[in-house]
């Protein structure tokens, strides 16, 4: 069984089947009990088991499998397959993780009559490398992904702010690793974040719409479609901020958006920032979490004279930078500790930083948030880093520095 092989059969299903080619090929190959695919949902804090093709059904939620203190949630956060052998020892576990640069896509799993060799389990992290690659190239084409994923029907305005965000919630690359997690309010309130990788530049964005519910969608789609359309015709940070701006006076019905626009060059590490009435983020270095204090313009779309002042942010590489929405600083998160969790939650990859932190809001309103709750968090590595390995997510420029999947975790 061959990674070109594995891609070519799925590439000749149907989009619905691939997985399931894919299974039949590898239990056939690896004479396996059981495979399955599982795939993360929108929060990130559990899987749900895709069946076989004709089984998936849309009308009820998709089945949960929690995540916390399973073999499951130790692959996903460690990105290292697992082998287990069952309380019997008649069958023996195999779960490796379903990622592509950084984005915790799913997990394989394997049911297998005897415990493989060092051969069987690469054949079973090529495989599952490949899947995610096959997950990304068929889930335009059926909303078998979108439903698994869903654990929980989205309103409307839900399904329009999801629709807004990133296809891919993390991505690693040499410099940098960033990761951002988003979980609604109650009432939706019109949070978003999205990042783009350019040749020389990487970019990020967090935005809040005043509002609620769909009204405040709505303003976010305004928001965000205006952002990606300046960008993507080569418009500079400050003209970005300035298209965003007019839009927003122009079609947003009074409406307004605060937010943070960041672009770091992958040439020499500058940076260019703009803050519109927006929470200030958050910088651990060395140890030490402090909050950085740029200075802060007006709203985007609101109507009285302003302008936006592109400034610079001083990052540095080993620095980490948390940047979020006020749901994260709601008054009943008071006791949460904001700067100690980032401090605490360190070793870990940003897409699992990120997670926690969100989770730790969560918790702290007791399952019901006010407002939505939103965070980017971006790792600098720094200009010198040219190379990543494709499997483990390290640094090849200096091998002798460990990647973040090999730290302990907090």
Same mark, same amino acid.
């Given at each position: 069984m061959t990674l070109a092989g594995a891609l070519s059969a799925a590439e000749?299903?149907?989009? %619905?089947?691939? =997985?399931?080619? %894919?299974?039949?090929?590898?239990?056939?190959? =690896? $004479?396996a009990v059981a495979v399955s695919f599982l795939i993360t949902d929108f929060t990130g804090s559990s899987v749900v088991r895709l069946g076989a093709a004709g089984s998936v $059904?849309?009308?009820?939620?998709?089945? @949960?499998?929690?995540?916390?203190?399973?073999?499951?949630?130790?692959?996903?956060?460690?990105q290292q397959p697992a082998v287990e052998t069952d309380g019997e020892g008649s069958l023996v576990r195999v779960v490796a993780p379903v990622t592509n640069r950084g984005d915790a896509i799913g997990l394989l799993e394997l049911f297998l009559s005897a415990a493989p060799g060092a051969q069987v389990m690469r054949e079973i992290g090529e495989t599952a490398h490949a899947l995610a690659y096959i997950v990304i190239?068929?889930?335009?084409?059926?909303? %078998?992904?979108?439903?698994? @994923?869903r654990t929980s029907p989205l309103s409307l305005a839900a399904e329009i702010q999801h629709r807004l965000l990133p296809a891919s919630l993390a991505c690693e690359a040499a410099q940098f690793a960033v990761a951002g997690a988003l979980e609604p309010a109650d009432h939706v309130g019109g949070d978003t974040f999205d990042y783009v990788i350019d040749r020389d530049t990487v970019q990020l964005s967090?935005?809040?719409?005043? $509002?609620?519910?769909?009204?405040?969608?709505?303003?976010?789609t305004l928001? %965000?479609?205006?952002?990606?359309? #300046?960008?993507?015709?080569g418009g500079s940070l400050l003209e970005q901020a300035r298209q965003a701006d007019r839009a927003l006076y122009e079609h947003g019905q009074h409406g307004y958006v605060t937010g943070q626009l960041l672009r770091i060059s992958l040439l020499d590490g500058g940076t260019e920032f703009i803050n519109a009435g927006h929470p200030w983020p958050l910088r651990m270095r060395d140890g030490r979490v402090q909050q950085i204090a740029p200075e802060v313009d007006m709203p985007f779309g609101v109507r009285i004279p302003h302008g936006y002042r592109v400034q610079s942010l001083d990052l540095r590489p080993g620095d980490r930078l948390v940047m979020l929405t006020d749901g994260m600083l709601e008054r009943n998160i008071m006791n949460l500790d904001?700067?100690? =969790?980032?401090g605490r939650t360190r070793a870990l990859h940003p897409r699992e930083a990120a997670r926690t932190l969100i989770a730790a809001v969560i918790d702290a309103n007791r399952g019901h948030l006010?407002?939505? #709750?939103t965070v980017i968090c971006l790792d600098w590595h720094g200009t010198g880093n040219a190379r990543r390995d494709a499997a483990t997510g390290a640094d090849l420029t200096n091998a002798s520095q460990p990647s973040q999947r090999d730290k302990p975790t907090a």
């Open positions: 000749a299903a149907a989009p %619905v089947e691939s =997985l399931d080619v %894919v299974a039949r090929m590898l239990k056939e190959h =690896l $004479g $059904g849309t009308d009820e939620p998709a089945r @949960r499998i929690w995540l916390r203190g399973t073999l499951y949630d130790d692959v996903i956060r460690t190239a068929n889930r335009s084409f059926t909303d %078998v992904y979108q439903w698994a @994923r967090v935005t809040d719409a005043m $509002g609620h519910d769909v009204a405040a969608a709505l303003l976010a928001m %965000v479609s205006a952002l990606r359309r #300046a960008r993507r015709a904001l700067s100690d =969790l980032i006010k407002d939505d #709750a």
